[in-house]
């Protein structure tokens, strides 16, 4: 249970200062903000997603992340009622790549890899203006990596599957600064794992918005996303990190 302490301890922080903020006097509408988006990342790290095999280096660039792309799907979002908000944000992407050896006992090895997240937290304004906007807030992460491992020999194929996911605590902030009547900045960090999931982990993005209507918008920014995991053999200790761009819809 010891692991569990500084986790508990830094969401009970970041939801006690939430709660300082105080209810609303009377009940507001919800406003919602839905934002698909592209993440243009590479990758770089330490992967050993084959349990028994000692983990390996990457260092992959967006472009050649590209070449191996089946698809990428991204969508984040938020409810927000008064000073009460919730965020979200999930992503999927696969990847198909097959690498040519030309061995007497290995032909070829196919991988294909899907990484899914799911991100989910609560939290509230604790300073507002005209001008700005900032939350605190907690929830978690949810990670699942899926691989499909093929090595072609002269016999025929040897297949494997490997199947692995956990669940980070998270707290984190976010907010947005209107530097005029279309531009707005805006940013969010948030730390998790805590060794309940991961060993830790740590996300940063930062950009800005132009609103080309009061409910449609376009932005640009940068995402990092790190984290460390290792377990039962499995290491997943990589960083990911490139721009993004996305539309968001608010009704």
Not at 99 to 112: A, C, F, L, Q, T
Not at 181 to 210: C, H, K, N, P, T
Request: with cysteine; net charge negative.
């Amino acid at each position: 249970m010891r692991r569990f302490r500084p986790c508990m301890t830094a969401i009970g922080l970041a939801l006690a200062a939430v709660a300082a903020t105080g209810a609303p006097a009377a009940a507001q509408d919800w406003e919602f903000r839905i934002t698909p988006y592209v993440w243009m990342a590479g990758l770089e790290g330490d992967l050993g997603t084959i349990p028994g095999f000692p983990a390996q280096s990457v260092d992959l660039s967006f472009g050649d992340i590209w070449d191996d792309l089946e698809y990428g799907l991204f969508l984040s979002g938020t409810a927000r009622n008064g000073p009460w908000v919730i965020y979200f944000d999930g992503s999927v992407v696969q990847t198909d790549s097959t690498e040519k050896i030309g061995g007497p006992n290995v032909d070829k090895v196919n991988i294909k890899s899907e990484t899914s997240t799911l991100t989910l937290a609560f939290g509230g304004t604790v300073s507002q203006s005209y001008t700005h906007n900032l939350d605190l807030y907690g929830g978690f992460r949810y990670w699942n990596l899926e691989n499909d491992y093929s090595v072609y020999t002269p016999s025929g194929r040897i297949k494997r599957e490997t199947d692995v996911d956990w669940t980070d605590p998270i707290v984190g902030m976010a907010g947005r600064y209107v530097l005029s009547d279309r531009w707005q900045a805006f940013g969010a960090a948030d730390i998790g794992g805590f060794g309940v999931g991961s060993d830790f982990e740590w996300s940063l993005m930062a950009g800005v918005s132009y609103a080309f209507a009061e409910n449609f918008s376009m932005a640009f920014g940068w995402r990092v996303l790190d984290v460390d995991y290792d377990d039962d053999g499995v290491v997943y200790d990589t960083t990911q990190s490139g721009p993004i761009l996305g539309v968001t819809f608010r009704f």
